[in-house]
């Protein structure tokens, strides 16, 4: 049976009209029908938002970072009036945006996302390669990766360690025409010289002791996919000589004699040490650097793009809490400038590590706040006391301009709790309206409640040590929500 494509509706609080039923039969369709937009399950092909308004909702700038190039439907009711073009430039602004009628007739599978500055990934592979890329520096890396995708050019991907060098590697594959066969990954600098040529290459039976049969060898297991060749620059010379025939002859020479052996792979590989210099102190093959480097693509450190912190951190904070089988956690808005003012020497490895270590030692509270992250500073605070640039990983490749080094003393001010909200005040000689002040601070809690749980008022209910229909009630006497919506989600 031929598996339906996805399509997630957010109805924006429209009633479907039973729509979803009519199209169940060429798509597999889920329904938010919540007020505000939530972001569409990782799997989605389809994500149709109903247009209740003539703008956006300023949620989904932010989304949209989170979904990549997923193609959106803009959904018109037919008695609807047409929108103006400065609506529609506003809606198209976001990225992949195409409107329609919603009717009986099902949106069309085929609708794609339109040419322009967004990558091209689905919605489930960006997200589940944590790839964000709203700074200027990773829309370059993720356009070379297109590029390289159409093509089995030879790419070679430069940047200091934790960058996600393997990452773009396998979204390079993913994106390819022969994203079904193999991806082989090899981390040349983990296997000893003397075994790397006959992991790479293969042997025949009795090409040394322990050769008890022949063996293919990572180059002919990746046949018709990628293979991917890590800390490329460990590589002994003897082995870049025959790297360098695959490269030029595409045919494999075993260990062990017979006859080479034709190889259809494209070739990724990938150094945290600038290669160039290898190849002036005589380590390194100037020609087979010339062989790697038709397609090179230099990652950027997290810290030259801090705007995508936040967005990598709710992805790590989602994926982690699944694969620990932990309730969902959310991060307190006060983490975000804390995590952003960080320089990160580990890069996105590092970022990644610290939202699972933070998830799993907070125990069963719902939100992260800035102490969960105070391991943090002991690492950090170290490398600034010893005077060295935490910002700057050893053997790096990036070179450029660099962010100012962080002032010293910043690092013990960045953990630093923020000051307690002060609820205290005094009496006003001409009175006040209590009931007044205290539906004002419950408005206030709410809101900030919402705001921490990205909007799902269950886990907003839980921070504040109510139950979600109790929760409900008060966003409708507190005018937060309308209440055919707030009975609509009881």
């Known amino acids: 049976m031929t598996q339906l494509l996805r399509l997630h509706w957010s109805t924006l609080g429209e009633d479907t009209g039973g729509l979803e039923h009519r199209w169940a039969a060429f798509w597999e369709v889920t329904v938010d029908r919540g007020p505000s937009p939530a972001l569409p399950p990782r799997d989605v092909d389809l994500w149709v938002i109903s247009a209740r308004g003539a703008w956006p909702p300023p949620e989904m700038n932010r989304m949209m970072a989170e979904v990549a190039a997923l193609p959106i439907l803009l959904g018109l009711k037919a008695d609807a009036p047409p929108m103006d073009a400065k609506a529609l430039t506003e809606w198209g602004a976001l990225g992949s945006v195409r409107w329609g009628v919603l009717g009986p007739e099902p949106p069309m599978p085929g609708l794609r996302p339109r040419s322009g500055t967004t990558t091209q990934l689905s919605a489930s592979q960006a997200l589940a390669f944590g790839l964000i890329g709203t700074s200027p520096a990773m829309q370059e890396v993720l356009a070379r990766a297109r590029s390289a995708a ?3 050019a030879t790419v070679l991907l430069l940047g200091e360690s934790g960058t996600g060098k393997e990452v773009i590697a396998r979204a390079i594959h993913r994106m390819s025409a022969d994203a079904a066969e193999p991806f082989v990954a090899v981390h040349c600098g983990a296997i000893p010289e003397n075994l790397l040529e006959s992991e790479l290459f293969g042997y025949n039976k009795g090409a040394f002791t322990d050769a008890r049969k022949d063996t293919p060898g990572k180059f002919r297991e990746a046949q018709g996919g990628t293979i991917f060749l890590d800390e490329v620059g460990t590589m002994p010379l003897g082995a870049q000589v025959r790297l360098l025939r695959v490269l030029q002859e595409r045919e494999v020479q075993p260990l062990g004699g017979g006859a080479p052996v034709k190889v259809d792979v494209r070739v990724v590989t990938a150094s945290n040490v600038d290669l160039w210099r290898k190849v002036q102190d005589g380590s390194f093959r100037e020609d087979l650097f010339y062989r790697l480097e038709v397609v090179p693509i230099t990652m950027p450190p997290l810290r030259t793009r801090r705007e995508e912190v936040p967005f990598l951190a ?3 904070l989602n994926r982690k809490a699944r694969e620990h089988g932990l309730y969902p956690k959310a991060l307190h808005p006060s983490v975000d400038p804390l995590l952003m003012s960080l320089p990160w020497p580990g890069n996105v490895r590092q970022l990644e590590n610290a939202i699972e270590r933070a998830i799993v ?3 069963t509270r719902p939100v992260l ?3 969960d992250f105070t391991f943090l500073a002991e690492r950090m605070g170290e490398l600034e006391r010893l005077g060295e640039p935490a910002g700057r990983g050893a053997g790096t490749a990036e070179r ?3 962010p100012a080094p962080m002032p010293p003393g910043a690092m013990a001010a960045a953990f630093a709790p923020p000051p307690p909200a002060a609820f205290g005040m005094d009496l006003p000689a001409e009175g006040m309206d209590l009931n007044q002040v205290v539906s004002d601070m419950e408005k206030t809690l709410m809101l900030q409640s919402l705001a921490i ?5 269950k886990r907003a ?9 109790t929760f409900l009630e ?3 006497r507190l005018d937060l929500e309308d209440a055919d919506s707030a009975e609509a989600e009881a």
Do not use: I
């Open 400 to 402: 450029g301009a660099e």
């Open 314 to 316: 709710q992805h790590f």
């Open 150 to 152: 159409a093509t089995r």
């Open 453 to 457: 749980t990205r909007g799902n008022k």
């Open 361 to 363: 030692l907070s125990g």
């Open 461 to 469: 209910a839980d921070l504040l040590g109510l139950k979600r229909t």
């Open 474 to 476: 008060k966003m409708k």
């Open 369 to 371: 706040t800035r102490e």
